[in-house]
């Protein structure tokens, strides 16, 4: 079995920050790409930001140049830095992963959600 774990989300005011961390446990051979996705109340889930097994970023355009997408291969840990955040961020973010399993499996997975909150 594989987990992802999400932390760091919380109430924040706009223009506030906030670092959203992702650890990956369990039966992982390796990790392919993983990002972060929200999900604001009545509205699609939806990508925020991607990094893959080498690196290459990609961000959705409403949070290009705030939002910084990290992982540390090591620890397999995914994070998400969000500056200047506004009101429209609101949402629960998501963690997924795509990971390749100790059977050789290849297997999406996805977090349990963090609920990011910011005051306008």
């Known amino acids: 079995q594989v987990q992802l774990v999400e932390s760091g989300g919380g109430l924040v005011q706009a223009g506030g920050s906030l670092r959203l961390s992702c650890v990956v446990s369990g039966s992982i051979f390796s990790i392919k790409a993983m990002g972060w996705y929200r999900q604001a109340p009545g509205k699609q889930r939806e990508l925020v930001a991607g990094i893959t097994g080498v690196g290459s970023t990609n961000y959705a355009d409403s949070v290009k140049g705030r939002f910084t997408i990290s992982r540390a291969t090591a620890k397999n840990t995914v994070y998400l830095q969000m500056n200047s955040l506004k009101a429209e961020d609101t949402a629960v973010y998501y963690c997924?992963?795509?990971?390749?399993?100790?059977?050789?499996?290849?297997?999406?997975?996805w977090g349990q959600g963090t609920q990011v909150t910011v005051s306008s």
């Open positions: 997924n992963a795509g990971v390749v399993t100790t059977r050789h499996r290849d297997v999406d997975y």
